[in-house]
T-cell receptor, first 113, second 113 residues
Framework: EAQVTQNPRYLITVTGKKLTVTCSQN?????MSWYRQDPGLGLRQIYY???????DKGDVPEGYKVSRKEKRNFPLILESPSPNQTSLYFCASSWESGSTEAFFGQGTRLTVV | GENVEQHPSTLSVQEGDSAVIKCTYSDSASNYFPWYKQELGKGPQLIIDIRSNVGEKKDQRIAVTLNKTAKHFSLHITETQPEDSAVYFC????????????FGKGTTLSVSS
């Protein structure tokens, strides 16, 4: 089954404690991205990656890092989380020849206290 | 950069009625316009998309129209059913692979029986 898997689904952490949200896709997609979803603001792109070792900032990259060492994985790293990073996070992947559909993971609800 | 405006933010209809959600975009270079449906507790899922060389596309009860001159596109759902209740997002992209999506803020559709 084609899917994007995020872990964990829920996470409560304290300010300043480094965390990583993992994302893995099994569709051999070249393009992967991270979004955060906040009430009234829709989905905003944090970072994206066009391929292995190629990453770039989206619209709201401050406070986040990513890496793309393998095609299937695209972890999101918060080095020093702050309460304003409390949000619902989605990983997405897309792009194989002939198809532009973006597939989203189930989401990770992060609370930073 | 691209900006996508979506209206209305909430929409309530009776089962069997039609629902229309409208989006406008700012960048005339955008050429790919997908619509995503997000059910409670899940990630967004593509329901229909349209490219700039097409004015209308239909898939059963769902249709999308695009007016390039006015830079707006709309989602039409006919014969609504309770299972259509969800948050709907429009998006725009200007790259060939349909990546780098810029999303609208979303419309919460409620269909009452």
């Amino acid at each position: 089954e084609a899917q994007v898997t995020q872990n964990p689904r829920y996470l409560i952490t304290v300010t300043g404690k480094k965390l990583t949200v993992t994302c893995s896709q099994n569709m051999n997609h070249e393009y992967m991205s991270w979004y955060r979803q906040d009430p009234g603001l829709g989905l905003r792109q944090i970072y994206y990656s066009m391929n292995v070792e190629v990453t770039d900032k989206g619209d709201v990259p401050e406070g986040y890092k990513v890496s793309r060492k393998e095609k299937r994985n695209f972890p999101l790293i918060l080095e020093s989380p702050s309460p304003n990073q409390t949000s619902l996070y989605f990983c997405a992947s897309s792009w194989e020849s002939g198809s532009t559909e973006a597939f989203f993971g189930q989401g990770t609800r992060l609370t930073v206290v | 950069g691209e900006n996508v405006e979506q209206h209305p933010s909430t929409l309530s209809v009776q089962e069997g009625d039609s629902a229309v959600i409208k989006c406008t975009y700012s960048d005339s270079a955008s050429n790919y316009f997908p619509w995503y449906k997000q059910e409670l507790g899940k990630g967004p899922q593509l329901i229909i998309d349209i490219r700039s060389n097409v004015g209308e596309k239909k898939d059963q009860r769902i249709a999308v129209t695009l007016n390039k001159t006015a830079k707006h596109f709309s989602l039409h759902i006919t014969e609504t059913q309770p299972e259509d209740s969800a948050v709907y997002f429009c998006a725009a992209s200007k790259d060939q692979a349909g990546t780098a999506l810029i999303f609208g803020k979303g419309t919460t559709l409620s269909v009452s029986s």
